[in-house]
């Protein structure tokens, strides 16, 4: 049985593969600890950072600069939108952002995604919690409990 965060980090690498299959622009992905970086064949790279608490996702941009394409991906739950909607604005920073939010074993989707900075430009912040809850409401939650249980 595999841990949430391993489970969590293989399903986001059939998940890219799988998103590329058509166009085939990927020329590799390494494993790296906690993230994977996936090389372009245009020479882009994108880090892909699996948290489970999503409360530290702010902390663990801190290294990245405006210009790093990165994504992290997370489990899709009520305390993971919480911790979204309290560093809104920090994430909303970040140009190249793109946020991931799984359930492997959701009987729907999958996943919902958003790109903050995207997200904040055309939406109305007054109601990000309701707009959350709206994205994400054909994926059913998961806690890290219950996916190292089906890991």
Known sequence: ?????????????????SRDAFFRKIAEISNHGDELLVKYKDGREQRVLTIIDFSKASSALEGCGQDT?????????RKNKDALAAQWKS????????????NPYSSGEKKWALMPHVHQKVCDNTHLM???????EMVEDI?????????
């Open 1 to 17: 049985m595999a841990d949430a965060k391993t489970a969590l980090k293989e399903w986001m690498m059939q998940f890219i593969k």
């Open 69 to 77: 394409h990165v994504a992290i991906a997370t489990l899709s739950n």
């Open 91 to 102: 994430l909303a920073s970040y140009p190249f952002l793109t946020l991931y939010f799984v």
């Open 130 to 136: 309701q707009g959350f809850l709206s994205l994400s």
């Open 143 to 151: 806690t890290e409990g219950q996916l190292a249980a089906k890991g």
